[in-house]
């Protein structure tokens, strides 16, 4: 009888089979590797670009801190020349308005009267002066509160006074300052 060493055939295939199995393992682990490999590459580009953008953000911020600087210092000298040329503005109204008062009087006032002394205390004038009657008085208290500068006129007193055999009327009128 023939004996046949079957043994070898399966240790043979055993082999080969291990052989196999080593191989798709090393494979497999080859590719494990390049993939791990591979993600650990994609990882850094992407941390690199986010880094970059980081930077690119910090210098952006940068320079719009600069820019906003210079636009409060902007708003800030704006604001000092605005408060300037209104203080420009107060002294011309200032500076003009005591011309405008005294042109005023001196066209209303009737022929029948005289002032005797004007007296100005913020906006308030004080007038004093001397008329021949009641009806010269209220004439020129309606001509004033007609005008655009007095924004009220008051008589404050009038009194019966005797000059040279003239009687006369004294008066005094408070007139508030409009403009």
Avoid: H, Y
């Avoid at 490999?37 to 580009?45: E, N």
């Avoid at 708003?75 to 605005?82: F, G, H, S, Y």
């Amino acid at each position: 009888m023939i004996k046949i060493n079957l043994l070898v055939a399966r240790e043979e295939r055993k082999k080969e089979s291990i052989r196999k199995e080593a191989t798709i393992f090393v494979l497999a682990m080859v590719l494990v590797l390049v993939g791990i490999g591979f993600a650990q590459w994609m990882s850094s580009r992407q941390r690199e670009t986010i880094f970059s953008q980081i930077r690119e953000a910090e210098d952006e911020l940068k320079r719009l801190e600069v820019i906003k600087r210079k636009i409060n210092k902007a708003k800030a000298n704006k604001k000092i020349l605005q408060e300037k040329l209104n203080i420009i503005d107060t002294l011309n109204l200032n500076r003009t308005r005591p011309i405008q008062i005294m042109s005023l009087l001196a066209t209303k006032i009737p022929e029948k009267m005289w002032l005797k002394s004007l007296d100005k205390k913020n906006e308030k004038l004080t007038i004093q002066g001397v008329a021949l009657d009641d009806e010269t008085i209220a004439n020129f208290m309606k001509e004033l509160q007609q005008s655009k500068i007095f924004t009220s006129v008051e008589l404050v007193v009038t009194e019966r006074v005797n000059v040279q055999k003239l009687n006369l009327k004294q008066f005094t009128m408070v007139c508030t300052i409009g403009i």
